[in-house]
């Protein structure tokens, strides 16, 4: 089983500053298969990211991902006011699938 | 547009059964492979069972394995999970989620483009 490892675990930050959260593999992740998720209070996740780099549709171009192998990263680039929430990036492609413990982003 | 509508959560005791269901519609269900992932409270996510879009292949988390069922009605574009043995490790919001396979011609991709609202379960005697 793959464990992923999601680093901070808070971040704080205020709106219009630049966010970087870490998604770490125990092992290699084939083909890049990383796919993040921002989920806010009270609401089911919504999909930001898959492939480690290619943005889901509808989702703006302030949200990036990139990566490979071991270590990943979702870069938010001028946070706004509704990006404050929680991201959890998941690995696909061997079973079992597996979510990192999430980051979340709050309102310095 | 996708829509994936989850029901019957509830508090159950310990040992027994409760079965969820997952309506869709704003797609065509039979093309998509579909998958159960839950979320105990204040928790992170953990994936629970996939079956793919002609329900011929199903897999399990090991946590649920031999307990839960997971099947699917495409003439009633409705998901199904059956839980048996229930313990309060399983006291979870339960979450339908669509997999983007009908989109990419594949029976599985492994990751969720559309999520259902959740239902809460709770075991508790």
């Excluded at chain 1, 464990?3 to 959260?21: H, W, Y």
């Excluded at chain 1, 889901?56 to 979702?74: E, K, M, Q, W, Y």
């Amino acid at each position: 089983e793959i464990v992923l490892t999601q680093s901070p675990g808070t971040l704080s930050l205020s709106p219009g500053e630049r966010a970087t959260l870490s998604c770490r593999a125990s092992q290699s992740v084939s083909s890049n298969y990383l796919a993040w998720y921002q989920q806010k209070p009270g609401q089911a996740p919504r999909l930001l990211i898959y492939g480690a780099s290619s943005r889901a549709t509808g989702i703006p171009d302030r949200f990036s991902g990139s990566g490979s192998g071991t270590d990943f990263t979702l870069t938010i680039t001028r946070l706004e006011p509704e990006d404050f929430a929680v991201y959890h990036c998941q690995h696909y492609g061997t079973s079992p699938l597996t979510f990192g413990g999430g980051t979340k982003v709050e309102i310095k | 547009q996708v829509q994936l509508v989850e029901s019957g959560g509830g508090v159950v005791q310990p040992g027994r059964s409760l079965r969820l269901s997952c309506v869709a519609s704003g797609f065509t269900f039979r093309s998509y492979a579909i998958h159960w992932v839950r979320q105990a409270p204040g928790k992170g996510l953990e994936w629970v069972a996939v079956i793919w879009p002609e329900g011929s292949n199903k897999y399990y988390a090991d946590s649920v394995k031999g307990r839960f069922t997971i099947s699917r009605d495409n003439s009633k574009n409705t998901l199904y999970l059956q839980m048996n043995s229930l313990r309060a490790e399983d006291s979870a919001v339960y979450y339908c989620a669509r997999d983007p396979s009908g989109s990419t011609g594949t029976t599985e991709e492994g990751y969720f483009d559309f999520w259902g609202q959740g239902t809460l379960v709770t075991v508790s005697s």
